[in-house]
């Protein structure tokens, strides 16, 4: 209870407690600091290099996958970091072999994403043995010591497995709880706050985008390990949680609500209420846990109080509003009720089969060469690799730069599968090594004692394991401090700070340029195209939900809720672009605005549709229902016909600017008014909201 209570104060902490993180970090550490205190420093630095590939390397959820893909790892990262002990001498192998290998190892991604993981480590641990070179040495020790360092990683991993089984599905469960625990506590800002929607909105989306993040994982994680025979009551009691938890989530979409100042000022004390009802709720999420679930105290909420209070008939309308959130708020202690139930039947998931690699060669020649195109984005990125670390090799070499094999760890590190995350990881990577190097300059200055290297070595090495997947600007910033304690133990320390600082720009500069010139992949650009596959998806839903209406069958109650879920997917992928766009370099505020819009304009719909779904079983399909439908469908069907006949982004752009306002008096009457409206006043509206979209593209 007591740590639930830190990580509920400092919610921070809980990366802290992540499993395979942490064992990434013990391995790191134990198989490094040992040997610099006997006096093997380039040998400790191997190991601690050869456990951090091997930590990229590991992905699978199912323990068979993993066994499977430690076999393929090691024999492979040997192979790999000898043949670059091999070639290193020779300049023209190097370059042309380097192209070669590192295109096939960015390729096998089209295989399978844990083979796409298996053959980044591969690179990553080529560039290390890069660094770690020297004339003259055995070319079997380098390659010897960093498989030993995958080696040590792995034996960790395997202790973790025997003594701590599904500890990753519940770190991921309880960081689930906790973002759901946050965005509950959004929507409850409006009772007691003055806020702007758009913030609102934007808050919220980035959680809805973090919680389907994590709900997709877990849930990804939970299926391989059923369809792998890994089944257990402790994970059916975790795939139970996360049942809850996205009920949970459906409920959090229609429950927005700002307090008018006339609610304010004739109930001040009953939105207080509310608003602590939420809070306790809020701060209950926060501690959940598979483990702790049974020993926590459920919050005493009296809901009937709430809602027998007495208000003014000048605030009836906003009375509805608050009612309405009142009742989500019941629906979810509701839910929270049942986390604490032990039922004797196990759930049975619907269960997916795993992604694996067949070994029919034919079949995985196939799959590549279909892919060797531009237009696959596979090809793309590994084209784009390939071509920035090879170019880095080049430019390493005619130059003779010092410590110049960072040029190409940081090229291979900041890449990404379009301009706007490589924009973004690169402004975080230069950041990161500045702060980083000054703080390295401070230490210089004032000679830190050689005693305290291997704990700053340790601390910086932790906090890195523990900020890269999460913040990368201060994964750099640590490892920037851990890589000078390395070299400063092996008495290079007074060596690395402009070459690390030049490595690091040229690192950033070259990846950028081949991004630039190989479809950067706008998202001003891409952005029609997933509004249309938006509007697509709430089309499916309508017609999905049109024809369960019309028999009541189970099996076509399944397909409505997977379009259900598509749509969710879809709006928050869309969010995701106006995301990505504001990390573009040259981006335009206008644009921005815009397609912030279509983002609200499609929550609205989607919160629709999640008041509808849930009220489908009782839905009955009389006329009125049927024309509505109809009229929904078609309209949809219409502005995807409009979207498809002018598919430029400047097109779409140009309708939006000339209806904003519009749209903004639109949905600013749904978000006020869905909470009174029945099922037909709903579809009603959902085609009325298409319509007006329609008719102003029309007088366009």
């Given at each position: 209870?007591?740590?639930?209570?830190?990580?509920?104060?400092y919610p921070?902490?809980?990366?802290f407690?992540n499993?395979?993180?942490?064992?990434a970090a013990l391995s790191?550490?134990s198989c490094?600091?040992?040997?610099?205190?006997?006096g093997?420093?380039?040998?400790?630095i191997?190991f601690?290099?050869g456990?951090?590939s091997?930590?990229?390397?590991?992905t699978s959820?199912v323990t068979?996958y993993?066994?499977l893909?430690?076999?393929?790892a090691l024999?492979l990262f040997?192979?790999?970091?000898l043949?670059?002990e091999i070639v290193?001498?020779?300049?023209?192998?190097?370059?042309?072999?380097?192209?070669v290998?590192?295109?096939?190892l960015?390729?096998l991604?089209?295989l399978?994403?844990?083979?796409?993981a298996?053959?980044?480590?591969a690179?990553?641990?080529?560039?290390?043995?890069?660094?770690?070179?020297l004339?003259?040495r055995q070319?079997w020790?380098i390659?010897?010591?960093?498989?030993?360092?995958?080696i040590?990683?792995?034996l960790?991993?395997t202790?973790?497995?025997?003594?701590l089984p599904?500890q990753e599905?519940?770190?991921?469960?309880?960081?689930?709880?906790?973002a759901?625990s946050?965005k509950?506590?959004?929507?409850?800002?409006?009772?007691i706050?003055a806020?702007d929607?758009?913030?609102?909105f934007?808050?919220?989306?980035?959680?809805?985008?973090?919680?389907a993040?994590?709900?997709?994982t877990?849930?990804?994680?939970?299926?391989?390990?059923?369809?792998c025979?890994?089944?257990?009551?402790k994970l059916?009691?975790?795939?139970?949680?996360?049942k809850i938890?996205?009920r949970i989530n459906?409920?959090?979409?229609?429950?927005?609500?700002?307090?008018t100042?006339?609610?304010?000022?004739?109930c001040?004390?009953w939105?207080e209420?509310i608003?602590?009802?939420n809070?306790?709720i809020?701060?209950?999420?926060?501690q959940?846990s598979?483990n702790?679930?049974?020993?926590?105290?459920?919050p005493?909420?009296?809901?009937d109080?709430?809602r027998?209070?007495?208000?003014?008939?000048e605030?009836q309308?906003?009375?509805?509003a608050a009612?309405?959130?009142i009742n989500?708020l019941?629906?979810?202690?509701?839910s929270?009720?049942e986390l604490?139930?032990q039922?004797?039947?196990?759930?049975?998931?619907?269960i997916t089969k795993?992604?694996?690699?067949?070994?029919?060669?034919?079949?995985?020649?196939?799959?590549?060469?279909?892919q060797m195109?531009l237009?696959s984005?596979?090809?793309?990125h590994a084209?784009?690799g390939?071509?920035?670390?090879t170019t880095?090799l080049?430019?390493?070499?005619?130059l003779?730069l010092?410590?110049?094999?960072w040029?190409?760890m940081?090229?291979?590190l900041?890449l990404?599968?379009?301009?706007s995350?490589?924009?973004?990881?690169l402004?975080?990577r230069?950041?990161?090594?500045i702060c980083?190097?000054i703080?390295?300059?401070g230490?210089?200055?004032?000679q830190?004692?050689?005693?305290?290297?291997p704990?700053?070595?340790?601390i910086?090495?932790?906090l890195?394991?523990?900020?890269s997947?999460?913040?990368?600007g201060?994964?750099?910033f640590?490892v920037t401090?851990?890589?000078?304690?390395?070299?400063s133990?092996?008495?290079?320390?007074?060596?690395i700070?402009l070459?690390?600082?030049?490595?690091?720009?040229?690192?950033v500069i070259?990846p950028?340029?081949?991004?630039?010139?190989?479809?950067?992949?706008?998202?001003?650009?891409?952005?029609p195209?997933?509004?249309n596959?938006?509007?697509?998806?709430?089309?499916n839903?309508l017609?999905?939900l049109?024809?369960?209406?019309a028999?009541?069958?189970?099996?076509?109650?399944?397909?409505?809720?997977?379009h259900?879920?598509?749509?969710?997917?879809?709006?928050t992928?869309?969010?995701?672009h106006?995301?990505g766009y504001l990390?573009?370099?040259?981006?335009k505020?206008q644009?921005?605005?815009?397609?912030l819009?279509c983002?609200?304009?499609?929550?609205?719909?989607?919160?629709i549709l999640?008041?509808?779904?849930?009220?489908?079983?009782?839905?009955?399909l009389?006329p009125?229902?049927?024309?509505?439908?109809?009229h929904?469908?078609t309209?949809?069907?219409?502005?995807?016909?409009?979207?498809?006949?002018s598919?430029?982004h400047?097109d779409?752009?140009?309708h939006?600017s000339?209806?904003?306002q519009?749209i903004?008096?639109s949905?600013?009457?749904?978000e006020n008014?869905?909470?009174?409206?029945?099922?037909?006043?709903l579809?009603?509206l959902?085609?009325q909201e298409?319509?007006s979209?329609?008719i102003?593209?029309?007088?366009h």
């Amino acid at each position: 209870m007591i740590q639930s209570n830190i990580l509920l104060r400092y919610p921070f902490l809980r990366t802290f407690f992540n499993l395979r993180t942490n064992i990434a970090a013990l391995s790191f550490i134990s198989c490094s600091i040992p040997l610099f205190l006997m006096g093997h420093v380039t040998m400790g630095i191997a190991f601690s290099l050869g456990s951090i590939s091997c930590g990229f390397a590991d992905t699978s959820s199912v323990t068979k996958y993993r066994i499977l893909d430690f076999t393929i790892a090691l024999p492979l990262f040997f192979l790999i970091s000898l043949g670059i002990e091999i070639v290193f001498p020779h300049s023209l192998l190097f370059i042309g072999s380097l192209a070669v290998v590192s295109f096939a190892l960015f390729m096998l991604a089209v295989l399978t994403p844990r083979l796409g993981a298996i053959g980044f480590a591969a690179i990553l641990l080529a560039i290390y043995a890069m660094l770690l070179h020297l004339d003259g040495r055995q070319i079997w020790l380098i390659p010897l010591w960093l498989t030993g360092g995958a080696i040590w990683y792995i034996l960790w991993q395997t202790l973790a497995i025997i003594f701590l089984p599904n500890q990753e599905s519940k770190d991921i469960l309880s960081d689930l709880y906790q973002a759901l625990s946050k965005k509950l506590i959004i929507h409850d800002q409006g009772f007691i706050f003055a806020t702007d929607k758009n913030q609102l909105f934007i808050q919220s989306a980035q959680l809805r985008s973090q919680i389907a993040t994590l709900s997709h994982t877990l849930e990804y994680r939970i299926h391989q390990q059923f369809s792998c025979g890994e089944d257990s009551a402790k994970l059916q009691d975790i795939y139970r949680f996360l049942k809850i938890a996205e009920r949970i989530n459906e409920q959090t979409r229609l429950m927005y609500f700002t307090s008018t100042p006339l609610l304010k000022q004739h109930c001040p004390q009953w939105l207080e209420h509310i608003h602590h009802a939420n809070q306790k709720i809020s701060q209950y999420l926060a501690q959940v846990s598979v483990n702790n679930v049974h020993h926590l105290a459920l919050p005493s909420i009296d809901f009937d109080a709430l809602r027998r209070y007495q208000a003014p008939k000048e605030a009836q309308q906003e009375i509805i509003a608050a009612q309405a959130f009142i009742n989500k708020l019941d629906i979810i202690y509701l839910s929270l009720c049942e986390l604490k139930n032990q039922s004797n039947t196990l759930t049975n998931p619907t269960i997916t089969k795993p992604i694996l690699l067949t070994w029919k060669w034919r079949e995985i020649a196939s799959k590549l060469t279909s892919q060797m195109t531009l237009k696959s984005s596979y090809f793309r990125h590994a084209l784009r690799g390939a071509l920035s670390l090879t170019t880095g090799l080049i430019v390493v070499r005619l130059l003779d730069l010092d410590f110049g094999f960072w040029t190409l760890m940081t090229s291979l590190l900041i890449l990404r599968p379009n301009l706007s995350m490589t924009w973004t990881r690169l402004l975080q990577r230069l950041t990161g090594t500045i702060c980083g190097l000054i703080v390295v300059g401070g230490l210089l200055h004032f000679q830190v004692a050689t005693s305290i290297l291997p704990f700053m070595f340790c601390i910086a090495a932790v906090l890195f394991f523990h900020t890269s997947a999460r913040h990368y600007g201060f994964a750099v910033f640590f490892v920037t401090l851990f890589v000078f304690a390395g070299f400063s133990l092996n008495g290079q320390g007074d060596n690395i700070m402009l070459p690390r600082l030049d490595n690091t720009v040229l690192g950033v500069i070259i990846p950028l340029v081949f991004v630039f010139i190989l479809t950067p992949g706008w998202q001003k650009k891409s952005f029609p195209t997933q509004l249309n596959t938006t509007i697509n998806g709430y089309i499916n839903y309508l017609k999905s939900l049109q024809l369960y209406l019309a028999n009541k069958q189970e099996p076509q109650l399944s397909i409505v809720q997977s379009h259900f879920q598509d749509c969710v997917v879809n709006d928050t992928n869309l969010f995701d672009h106006w995301m990505g766009y504001l990390g573009e370099p040259h981006r335009k505020s206008q644009t921005s605005s815009h397609i912030l819009l279509c983002s609200r304009s499609s929550n609205i719909i989607l919160r629709i549709l999640t008041q509808l779904n849930e009220n489908k079983q009782t839905l009955p399909l009389n006329p009125s229902v049927s024309s509505n439908l109809d009229h929904a469908i078609t309209s949809l069907t219409l502005l995807q016909q409009k979207l498809q006949q002018s598919p430029h982004h400047a097109d779409l752009f140009e309708h939006i600017s000339k209806q904003e306002q519009v749209i903004y008096q639109s949905f600013t009457y749904i978000e006020n008014e869905i909470y009174q409206l029945n099922n037909t006043e709903l579809l009603a509206l959902l085609s009325q909201e298409v319509r007006s979209f329609l008719i102003t593209m029309d007088q366009h």
